[in-house]
């Protein structure tokens, strides 16, 4: 017999499972679950940053080659291997790549390179480096903030040394953890004797290694000072992470050589691309790549492999903010989808009670939009004064360069720039094409109304505010010149022009008066283009890390009257979502980007998606909620700090994280259980703490705020009042977890059939109950969800052995995703319930579904469906339908509580609640629902004269129906 060629992965994902790779979990290690993730119905796995990162390092974000597979994980031999594994199975594989950052530290060669060259280095335009700080002891200099303490503290403690190796016969300077490298000719003679010349153990010897020091192309400083001084764009305000010029096309070209090359030779089917908005060019970076992936297609196609390779963007959306229509991509990675979802599951009564509740403990009557705005200022004046200032400067420069604007100062200027800032409504504009699109004025005008509102009467604040809105337009000078016009797209076009020099400087020169004109004349327009384009630049790599250090990594931790609605992506102003508005998204989705990821669950979450969706059934019972939580902040021992506003964030993280195995009966006898939850429990506060910055934060920790606040956890483990208030604690989560386990599977059953590619985040199949990282990466137990999906499944198909890492895997196996089972329902028992098997039976008979009709979830329309009776308003149903074949979805909403029985072994009396509500069915689907079947629970429904379908009879057995034509 003719051997059977292996299947070909779509270009575009049924489903996607993202993997986070590290030194403990590998290429190789990820090859061992291709059989479990092909039987579960996954087409493409999907990996964190496979670039060579830093030693040790756990996310790979902080990348030293992007010209080579990690090998910490493998190297791209294992790479292939793995890619041969995953296409034997009919997958492939999607990669997270880095363009906006690498690591700062001396291991990177490039990064290494402009250390010891300066600007003179051929990397030194790799990175967004200003070599004409304003401070002179930068110029021609790079700040680099490692020492632990100021500086001649360090030197004089011996923290800094001139080391020779003998071996390699190379010198070098040992700081902060790294081996920093010596400009060539600034230490010359015999090493041995320059050492020990340099020794920081006398006084002479610390003045000749300060001068040796003095002499380098950096300048070692203590890491405090980097806020005030960095002057080099960093990934947000981390200063181990250096920003990336890829708008440059020689560095587009080196940065993507490895990932273009693997796309080519169809080791990588497509490509996700980390935090867009800090690209000087977004618009201009996702052309240019999607045009370097079609000119790959030829390659591909000839090897079988089929082209226009998937490519999503992470990139957080506001309310109401719709993704740039001409961007070249497929959509986002579904951290809006993951917003919507867990606002729809919210109830909306809840929202006023709740935010009283919170208002009363933490003593602060302003409402959400007012405490972002406090937070955005803390962070412009204490995390990004330098970023903050050197866009300050740049639009000094242009006021400079007009006779009209020049006794515009820097101090009003920044006064001005400051209100505008801390009001901007979304994470950027991207006026990089000729100017503002109609979105980016609508945001425009949405920030300036708010920043008059903050500015009051001030009349000339508001004539500069003005101007400085004109200024940061995108568009030319006023005389409106071909020149000008050239050099202001010139940076933003589809192929951008390549600096002049290596050297060019990426920020703005800060003198004014060293601009040609600037005392006596206008400036040349093409001279004025040039500084727009930079202040425009600057501008919209600013408002990015402040959108999200302020909201995601401060107000989300310090304001908390539900945490659920805390969560990456979410608006702290929309607590929940109408069901019409819901739908009226996904039909939008459909229309504009029907292959977008949608995400349930990521490595960056704040909690699992099952922690949220528990605690998201606090939102159905508020007062009974406040009530309890309100006696439970007093029980908490001992009495002082914290604040009963953190006291209650613990208490919520308690209840939301709070494991299905741990029996409040029985702590006594789990001790080891009950100290593995509390650690991860104090892990969390400590991140929260800290990140909310009102009592410590990570720059100055208050060790008696902290301690106090970790001695509430510890009191809960010791015996008599403590282990007490834990059992009620406990006791009470697991009398909603019922309630939390149906909303789950209304948010899974949502991810995987509305418009879009349903996204698996690792260990996200059985239920998750994650808190923040480093909880939500902690390693997955294969060997258990292998065991599950084969006992809930017998007679599939699960080939090679994914328990064992160090077995050999059958390469050529390939399990029959698209055996339907539909016969055979999905367990529904108590059992099922608590280990997480019915999650995972639904996923998959869910894309085994996909993968039977693949037309109806790409291509078909999204049509919701009416409900009628008591129980309409908690009835979630639609039809995803194409070519004469259609699939029928009903779950249900804001009513949890009353269908908890559903995971308790009581289905009948769970089912009784929708008595009397019915589902009407379009005409058509009607007259043909002998071909529908239900493949969670195999039978036929049955439907009234009316066309309409009984819920009673529909949700018999579980919360969910999905129902396909045969």
Known sequence: MKPVAPPIAPSIPRATARLQLHADFTLDDARRQLPYYAALGVSHLYLSPITQAKAGSTHGYDVIDHQRVSDDLGGESALRKLADAARAHGMGLIADIVPNHMAAHASNAWWADVLRLGRQSAQAGTFDINWDAPDPLLRGKVLLPVLP???????????????????????????????????????????????????????????????????????????????????????????????????????????????????????????????????????????????????????????????????????????????????????????????????????????????????????????????????????LARHFPSERLALVTALARIAHMDARTRDWTQPAIDRVLTALLAAFPVYRTYAEDGGRSPADTHWCRIALDQARAALGDASADLRLLDQLDHWLGGGTPPSESATAA???????????????????????????????????????????????TLALRRFQQLTPPLAAKALEDTLFYRRGPLLSRNEVGSSPTRFTLPLEEFHALCAARARTHPHAMLATATHDHKRGEDTRARLAVLSEIPDEWRRTADGWIARLAPPGPPTPADRYLLLQSLVGAWPLSLSPDRLSEQPEAVADFLGRIAQWQEKALREAKLHTSWTDPNADYEGAARRCIEALQQPGDGQALLRDIGTWALKIAPAGLVNSLTQTVLRNTVPGVPDLYQGADLWDFSLVDPDNRRPVDYAERAALLAESNPSGTLEGDATDATAPLQEDARPDVLAGHVDTPIATDAQAWRSGAIKQSLIQRALGLRARHPDVFRLGDYTPLAAHGPRAANVIAYLRRHDGRCVLVVAPRLCAMALAGYAQGKPAQAAAYWEGTRVKLPADVDADMDALRDVLSGRRPSVNGAGELALDQLLRDGPVALLATE
């Open 149 to 379: 303490d100021p500086y001649s503290e360090t030197l004089a403690a011996g923290g800094i040394r001139l080391v020779h190796d003998a071996q390699s016969g190379t010198s070098y300077i040992e700081a902060g953890g790294q081996q920093l490298p010596l400009t060539p000719g600034s230490a010359t003679g015999d090493p041995a004797t320059l050492c020990a010349a340099c020794d920081p153990g006398s006084a002479a010897g610390q003045a000749r290694l300060h001068a040796l020091l003095e002499r380098q192309h950096y300048r070692l400083a203590w890491w405090r000072t980097a806020p005030d001084l960095i002057n080099w764009r960093r990934f947000f305000e981390i200063s181990e992470l250096v920003g990336v010029r890829v708008e440059d096309e020689a560095v587009f070209n080196a940065v993507h050589a490895l990932v273009l090359r693997l796309y080519r030779e169809g080791v990588l089917d497509g490509l996700r691309i980390d935090h867009i908005d800090g690209l000087a060019s977004p618009g201009a970076y996702l052309r240019r790549l999607r045009r370097a992936m079609r000119e790959a297609d030829d390659a591909r196609s000839q090897a079988g492999l089929p082209g226009e390779g998937y490519l999503v963007i992470e990139k957080i959306l506001a309310d109401d903010e719709a993704l740039e229509p001409h961007w070249p991509t497929h959509g986002t990675t579904g951290y809006d989808f993951m917003d919507q979802v867990g606002a729809l599951l919210h109830a909306p009564q809840a929202q006023a009670p709740l935010e009283q509740f919170w208002t009363s403990l933490s003593r602060d009557a302003r409402d959400a939009p007012a405490q972002l705005r406090d937070a955005r200022h803390r962070m």
């Open 486 to 532: 050239t050099s202001a797209t010139s940076t933003t076009s589809a192929t951008p022009a390549t600096p002049a020099t290596s050297a060019t400087p990426a920020m703005p020169a800060p003198a004014a008066a060293a601009i040609p004109g600037a005392d006596s004349a206008d400036a040349p327009d093409s001279q004025q283009a040039e500084a727009r």
